[in-house]
Structures are given as structure tokens and as C-alpha cells.
């Protein structure tokens, strides 16, 4: 019995280990299914509540939070940093090193935060001082336009102890003027910063109803190329470039930097390329300050044009940025253009600047329901009516009748609220109650509550005026920095220093820069090409490297450039199935690489008989001599290439011969027969092209060269090269020639009078200016006609005098640029119109921009050769 008991209790003990072995089954969690429910809240937790903007107020949590803090510090005085970041604890749970930097970046911004200390510099990467260093405090226009305690919404802190806003309410579309950038879990936002007047623009432009348009703005300037800019979204391309100009020959000086680096970082990427040998200079000096100054010095040889393109090629003087307009909207991660988040900016604003007139509306109306039954109570004497009442209701309801005939001429119900306030005031403020005032300030109540019901009658024109009173109080000083260009794009081949010497070894074959001991054929870059022609009419292109099999028979071996319409090709060949012999002329513009064509028919046996490489297009002539033959009456002969036409590579080109060929021999070199290149000038990007682009400026053949002449004053004479960088200010750009007569009419800065001078430009290799070079001195009309005339209206004391007509050519004659000429008038001159000019009735006997004809030229040592007496009287001197 008792074994019976034994095995029963045994078997229970086994079921209940059994159930709850069952129960702790049902309670285990799964790694799997944990890491995928915490990853997504903690994907969530990172977008939502700290690297993503939100839509509302344009701020991260953390910058929300920071502006929070220092507006309940501000005091008007300068908090330690230190302080604010300990503040701010209060309400970001994540440290301060992350407050820290995200205060140092709001104050670099220069928007929202009034610096003192040592800040850094984004522009040369120098990081802030320590914290308990430097100081800071609102903006007041982060006091104008981020808070309004009337209309946030708030929540509470982490901790449950503070209270912090929901979103702050900001009247202004922030979150595009400083841009953002994040990088959450699986999630990234780079919103790029835009112009403060332009975005203020936009947003008056949505309210009218106007089309607009939105490119980014950065502190740092530079240039920047915003065609693929994609409003802002995923796929879009932001190229940016440094501003570099020419010193002299052998120095160039970047004074602006693209946006995200540093003169540090960008020094770098120069020194690495010049490691890499992709370019060549001697030094690079920093010299930034205020503003940035990096001079490269250049070696000797290396042209400054080319090395401008080249720095942009190799070097971070150009990035690309890809935006990616992600914000919190309804908390989610949305992707939004920056024209829907101007327009939805526009329309919070709006909507604020609404409620903020209804609050005051309220208040406006309580105060007049206030002082107008203050003014009843007091003037009717009600107060003497609770003199005989015991109790506190009985004093209520006695004012309560007597106010009761008043009731009608108030514009809402009294409450017991507003007599207990009544019962409120002193006895000496009702001794001194004074009527004038107090109808005084009814009346303005009245006027002030009429213009805030216009206002919210006419809402969006109260919108646009708010907005043209932010420009004009902030919009000082915040011009645009950055200029809006469009960049053409640089081929690395074309400005590539060459750092290797191309070698080949024709017996084995191979060819490459590693064959130092073979044959020599030109300098290259590691990034060139190469053409090699063999005997049997195949050629390829293939990437330069140390060793390359180019096999045997071959003829011809050089650095290809791609795109060359101007190296020529001049061959004979013999077709093996046929046995004629073609001659042809054909340029190699652009082939796949590494693939083998044929320039011949293609057929067994075929091969070159004739050939020669022309890198200007010239055309040699040649002398033929055929094979003895029975019956043959005419055995040599001459030709001429540039009796052909010059087709593509394919052609099969002109019979020479059908007799078999002994020998061919070049007779005498010839010349270019593609004459002179004809040029283009595209405004848009300032760069010269053959591509039909822009303004034609002419067809320029050997030594032709252009001149540039700026607004400032400036002329300078070049070559007609497409690698050459102008001046942003160019006022005129052409063909130079030394033949050519300009009136220049300039205000001179030291003598203060208005002056008109007729000139030669002399050729020079330096900018040079023609109007002196005082800094006050302005260039006002420079003419080309041969017989310009203009018209003087005066001003100030003289504005009685009847205006002036002066033709130039009577007025004085054709001396040196460097001449001051001679002044237009001694009285106080308003304005200098251009007329028409004159029509020669004889060009022969006239002094004229004829280009047969070089006009006399009177030349002066001293520039200052006039003098006046006091009544404007030419005095003449022996000089």
C-alpha cells in the first residue's frame, strides 16, 4: 500500500514538473523576435527624437531644447556656455557633449545666438574654446521670431519635473536658412542652407500668388552649379567650387572655399595631388583670417589657367553634394522639396501670426469690459450703495443692481468674477480716478481692437508686411555669398599634369612608362590614352600603364586626346583583295578603348603604304611612284592632300592607284588646311567653347588673340585658349586688334572731374587699368564707334545749364590708354548720356576705327597733361 502511495506521489510530482515546464515555455522571448522589436524602437526613438528635424519648427530635439533653456536664462546678459549646457540637462537626457556641439553649431550659424568668446572657424576647421570660455545669449531676432509663450504647446520632460515645447512656434521658415544634417538608423537628412532676404522673397512671392524659385546659400561663398539641384530631394546634385583667381603668372589665391570644408582639409587634397603628381606646384601658403587667403605658388612652365582647371579636377577645391530633404511631419519620416517646406513654413506663419491677433483681440476686449465697468462703478458712486450690507453676497448682489441699468453698453455679461474685482480697488485710486485718461484709454483700446480685427480681415497682407519688416530689421548684411553658376565640365586628360614619359619597344612590341631604356616618344599622365597604328590598317586605344602589348608592325604610337577635330590623319593604303591603292584623310574623335578597328576595307593582306599624323590638320604633298609595267606611260606622279576632304575613320577614300605602288615619298610639307578655330563665349559659364555656345567672337587663326575689358576699369590681352578663366565683371569681350579705337568717359577719383580719352589698347599680359588707379576712379561709357557722340546733363548748382552734346572724335584725339585725357566740364555733371553716334561722309580723310589704317597716336610721358585756371580756361604749357 504504501508503495502504491509512493508511486502515485511520484507520478504527481512528475505531471506538475511537466506543467510547469509548459508554463516557462510560454514565457520564454526569442532572440530573434527581441532584436526586431527593439531595433525598430530604437530606429524609431533615433529618427523621431533625435536626428531628423521637424517640419513645424525646422530644430532637432536638441537644438529645441537648447533655445528653450537659454530663453529661460535670458536676462538680456551673456550666459557662460557652461551654464546653459547644464540648464539644458534638465531636459535632454543624453549628455553634454552632444548640448555642447549642438550649441557650437547654432552659434556658427550667426542666425539665432549672440556669440562672445572664441567660437572657432568653419572656415578653417578651429574648434570653439572650453565651454566655461566663451559666453552666449539670444539673438534678438531669435527673441522676435522663435518664442511666444501665449503659443506653445508643451509637454513634459523626461524626468516629469520641467516642462519643454512641443515645437517651438517660429515665425520664419529656419529650417532651410541653416539647414540640417542627420544620419539616423537606416535614415539620413541634408538640408542645405539657404538665403535669409531670398527665402523672405520666396515666401512674399507664395502669398502673391508668384512663382519662385530656391537655391542654397552658404556662409563659406564659393561658386555653385544648382541645375541638378532637384529641389532639395533624393537624386539631386549640388557641385560647388572654390573661388580662385590669378595673382601674377606663377601664384593663384583661393579666396572662397566650397561649403563643408576647411582651408586645412582643402590644403590637404591640394598636397595629395601634388604627391600623385595630378598637378604641380612649388608651395601653398594659409594666410586666412576674416576671410579666407590660401596661395598656391606654381612652378615654372605650368600655365595658371590650365592649373585652375586642374585644381578643380583633382583637387576639393570642387565636391558634389547630394541633399536628401528629409523632415518629421505628423511623426513620420517624410521627403519633402524645399518648395513644399517654404509653403508649408509660409502657412504656419500665417496661421501663428492669426492666432497671435485673436489673443490679443481677447485681451484687447477684456481690458475695455474692465475699464469701462471700473469707469460705471466708480463715476455712478455704486460704491456707497455696500456701505449698509452685512454679509459678502449682499455686497455682490448690491453692485451686481447697480450695475444692472449699465448692463446694455458692455459687450459681454458681467460675472461675478468682474464685480469681485471691482470690490478689489482702493479707496486712494478712487479718490484720483481720473475720467480724461481712463476715456483716453478706452478710445485706444477701441482703435487698436478695429486694427487688429483689419489685420485678421486681411491676414495674408499682414503676413507679406510682416515679413518686409523682418527683411528690412535683419535682412542687413545677409546678402547672398554664394554665386549661382553653371560649370562645364572639366576632362581630366585636358589639365592632368604630365608626370610620366611614355616609352615603346617596337622590336618585342610592348610600350608603356616602365620601359625606361627603350625608346622615348612624349611626356603623358597616368590617366592618358594612347593610339597605336599598326602595318595591316588596325588601330586601338588602350590606358597607359608601365608595360602593354601593342604587337608588331607598328607605325604610329601617341598620346590620344578624345574629341580632336584638329590632329589629322593623311594615309594611303592598299586593298589586298583588289590590289588598288586608296588614299584618304580622317580624324579619330572618340573609340571604345581596348577595341581593335581597321582603317582599311578590312580585307586579308591589306596594308598601309603611306603614313603621317598632323596635328594641326596640315596636308603634306606626296610623290608616287608605281611599279614597272608593260605599256605604262606615266610611272610617278604628285599629289596633294589637300586635294581630299577630310571624312571619318571608316570612309574608304579616293582610288590613287590600281597599278601596284614601288615607293611613295612626301615631295613638301604643307599647311593647315582647316583654317582658323572659331570661338564662342558663354556667358553662363564665362569660359570659351567651339561648340556653338553663347556670343561668337570670331575665327581665330596662329597668334590671334582676345581682350577683355572689365567694368572696373580693367583690360586684359590673352590668347584665345579654352582652358583661360575671365573676370566675373566683363564688361566687353572680343577679338583683339591693335587697330581699334575706344572712347573711355571715367570719373577720375583724385582730380574729381569726369573725363574723356581716345586710346589704342597696347598688348599686356597683366590686367592693366585705363581709368588710373586711384580707388575712387569709375568707368561710366567705353565706346567702340568711329564717331560716338554724348550727351552732359548737369546737376547740383549747375542743373540751369542746358545740356551738352560732345562728339569725341572733335573733342580730342587718339593718344595712350595710360593718358588721362581731357576733362568734360568743370561744372557739377548730374548724368552722361550715350547718343547716336555720327555717319563718316568720307571714312578716307576721317581719323577712324578703319582696320586698313593705323590712326596717329600722341604719345605723353606725363599722364597729367592738362592744366585749368579757376574759370576752366586751358592753360598751355612747353612741356
Not at 625608346?519 to 592618358?528: K, L, T
Request: glycine residues 6%; charged residues 30%.
Amino acid at each position: 500500500m504504501d508503495k502504491d502511495n509512493e508511486q502515485i506521489d511520484i507520478t504527481q510530482n512528475e505531471n506538475s514538473e511537466l506543467q510547469e515546464q509548459k508554463d516557462d515555455s510560454k514565457n520564454l522571448k526569442y532572440i530573434t523576435s527581441m532584436y526586431k522589436t527593439w531595433f525598430l524602437d530604437y530606429a524609431s526613438y533615433v529618427i523621431l527624437e533625435r536626428a531628423v528635424p521637424h517640419i513645424y519648427d525646422g530644430f532637432k530635439p536638441v537644438q529645441r531644447r537648447i533655445l528653450h533653456a537659454m530663453k529661460r536664462l535670458d536676462d538680456g546678459r551673456y550666459n557662460k556656455v557652461a551654464n546653459i549646457i547644464g540648464f539644458t540637462m534638465q531636459f535632454h537626457p543624453h549628455g553634454d557633449a552632444s548640448i555642447g556641439d549642438a550649441l557650437v553649431q547654432l552659434g556658427q550659424k550667426e542666425l539665432l545666438i549672440d556669440m562672445q568668446g572664441n567660437w572657432g572657424n568653419i572656415l578653417t576647421g578651429d574648434s570653439a574654446a572650453a565651454p566655461r570660455y566663451i559666453e552666449a545669449r539670444l539673438s534678438k531676432f531669435a527673441l522676435d521670431v522663435v518664442f511666444n509663450t501665449k503659443t506653445t504647446e508643451w509637454k513634459l520632460s523626461y524626468d516629469g519635473r520641467n516642462k519643454e515645447p512641443i515645437n517651438l512656434p517660429v515665425k520664419f521658415p529656419l529650417l532651410l536658412t541653416q539647414g540640417v544634417e542627420g544620419i539616423a538608423v537606416g535614415l539620413a537628412s541634408k538640408i542645405l542652407p539657404h538665403n535669409f532676404n531670398e527665402l523672405i522673397d520666396a515666401c512674399i512671392h507664395y502669398f502673391k500668388n508668384e512663382d519662385f524659385e530656391l537655391y542654397p546659400d552658404f556662409l563659406t561663398g564659393g561658386m555653385a552649379d544648382f541645375s541638378r539641384y532637384n529641389d532639395g530631394l533624393r537624386g539631386g546634385k549640388v557641385r560647388v567650387r572654390a573661388k580662385i583667381e590669378k595673382l601674377d603668372k606663377k601664384t593663384l589665391k583661393i579666396s572662397e572655399i566650397p561649403f563643408g570644408k576647411t582651408t586645412s582639409s582643402l590644403i590637404e587634397s591640394v598636397l595629395n595631388a601634388n604627391e600623385k603628381n595630378k598637378i604641380k606646384i612649388k608651395k601653398i601658403n594659409d594666410n586666412t583670417a576674416a576671410e579666407v587667403e590660401i596661395l598656391v605658388y606654381l612652378v615654372s612652365g605650368i600655365s595658371p589657367d590650365k592649373m585652375i582647371d586642374a585644381l578643380y579636377a583633382f583637387t576639393d577645391c570642387e565636391i558634389s553634394i547630394s541633399p536628401n530633404s528629409c523632415v518629421i511631419e505628423d511623426n513620420k519620416p517624410k521627403f519633402l522639396g524645399v518648395r513644399h517646406m517654404l509653403k508649408q513654413s509660409a502657412n504656419n506663419t500665417l496661421n501663428l501670426l492669426q492666432k497671435e491677433l485673436l489673443i490679443r483681440l481677447e485681451e484687447l476686449e477684456a481690458a475695455w469690459h474692465l475699464s469701462s465697468l471700473e469707469k460705471i462703478f466708480i463715476e455712478n458712486r455704486i460704491y456707497n450703495d455696500i456701505e449698509e450690507c452685512e454679509t459678502w453676497d449682499a455686497v455682490l448682489e448690491t453692485i451686481d443692481r447697480g450695475l444692472d441699468p449699465f448692463k446694455k453698453l458692455l459687450r459681454r455679461e458681467v460675472t461675478q468674477d468682474d464685480i469681485i474685482r471691482l470690490t478689489e480697488i482702493k479707496i486712494k485710486r478712487i479718490s484720483k480716478y481720473n475720467t480724461f485718461k481712463t476715456d483716453e484709454y478706452i478710445i485706444s483700446l477701441q482703435e487698436e481692437m478695429k486694427e487688429v480685427k483689419f489685420n485678421l480681415e486681411h491676414i495674408v497682407d499682414y503676413t507679406i508686411a510682416y515679413y518686409k519688416e523682418i527683411k528690412r530689421k535683419y535682412g542687413k548684411g545677409k546678402e547672398r555669398r554664394t554665386e549661382i553658376r553653371n560649370f562645364d565640365s572639366i576632362e581630366a586628360t585636358k589639365v592632368v599634369v604630365a608626370n610620366e614619359k611614355l616609352y615603346v619597344n617596337l622590336k618585342e612590341g610592348f610600350a608603356g612608362t616602365g620601359l625606361k631604356k627603350d625608346e622615348y616618344i612624349s611626356d603623358c599622365s597616368d590617366i592618358d590614352d594612347i593610339i597605336v597604328f599598326r602595318k595591316d590598317g588596325t588601330y586601338f586605344i588602350a590606358k597607359v600603364s608601365e608595360k602593354i602589348f601593342i604587337g608588331a608592325n607598328v607605325i604610329h604610337i601617341a598620346v590620344f586626346k578624345k574629341n580632336d577635330s584638329r590632329t589629322i590623319y593623311n594615309c594611303v593604303y592598299l586593298d589586298g583583295k583588289t590590289g588598288y591603292s586608296y588614299m584618304k584623310r580622317f580624324a579619330v574623335k572618340g573609340v571604345t578603348r581596348d577595341k581593335e578597328y581597321n582603317l582599311t576595307k578590312g580585307n586579308p593582306n591589306s596594308k598601309i603604304l603611306y603614313f603621317t599624323a598632323n596635328s594641326n590638320g596640315e596636308a603634306e604633298t606626296i610623290r608616287i611612284t608605281l611599279k614597272p609595267r608593260a605599256r605604262l606611260k606615266k610611272n610617278n606622279w604628285e599629289m596633294n592632300f589637300g586635294e581630299l576632304g577630310i571624312k571619318g575613320r571608316s570612309s574608304m577614300g579616293n582610288i590613287l592607284s590600281k597599278y601596284a605602288i614601288h615607293k611613295i615619298v612626301m615631295k613638301e610639307k604643307g599647311i593647315s588646311t582647316l583654317g582658323g578655330r572659331k570661338i564662342w563665349f558663354d556667358t553662363s559659364v564665362f569660359r570659351l567653347n567651339t561648340d556653338n555656345r553663347g556670343n561668337y567672337l570670331g575665327e581665330f587663326k596662329g597668334d590671334d588673340k582676345i581682350i577683355v575689358m572689365t567694368k572696373s576699369g580693367e583690360f586684359v590681352i590673352s590668347p584665345a585658349e579654352l582652358t583661360i578663366h575671365f573676370p566675373e565683371d566683363i564688361l566687353k569681350i572680343e577679338k583683339y586688334s591693335n587697330k581699334k579705337v575706344y572712347t573711355a568717359i571715367f570719373y577720375e577719383g583724385e582730380k574729381k572731374f569726369y573725363y574723356l580719352k581716345r586710346f589704342i589698347f597696347e598688348e599686356t599680359e597683366r590686367p592693366i587699368s585705363f581709368i588710373g588707379d586711384h580707388a575712387n576712379s569709375k568707368l561710366s561709357l567705353l565706346l567702340d564707334q568711329k564717331m560716338p557722340r554724348v550727351e552732359i546733363v548737369f546737376g547740383g548748382t549747375h542743373k540751369h545749364r542746358e545740356n551738352e552734346t560732345i562728339e569725341a572724335i572733335e573733342f580730342i584725339g587718339v593718344k595712350s590708354y595710360k593718358a588721362r585725357g581731357k576733362r568734360l566740364s568743370i561744372y557739377e555733371i548730374k548724368a552722361i548720356n550715350q547718343l547716336e553716334p555720327l555717319v563718316p561722309e568720307d571714312d578716307e580723310n576721317l581719323d577712324t576705327n578703319d582696320d586698313e589704317k593705323t590712326p596717329f597716336i600722341e604719345h605723353n610721358d606725363d599722364p597729367d597733361f592738362e592744366i585749368f585756371d579757376q574759370s576752366g580756361k586751358q592753360i598751355s604749357l612747353d612741356l
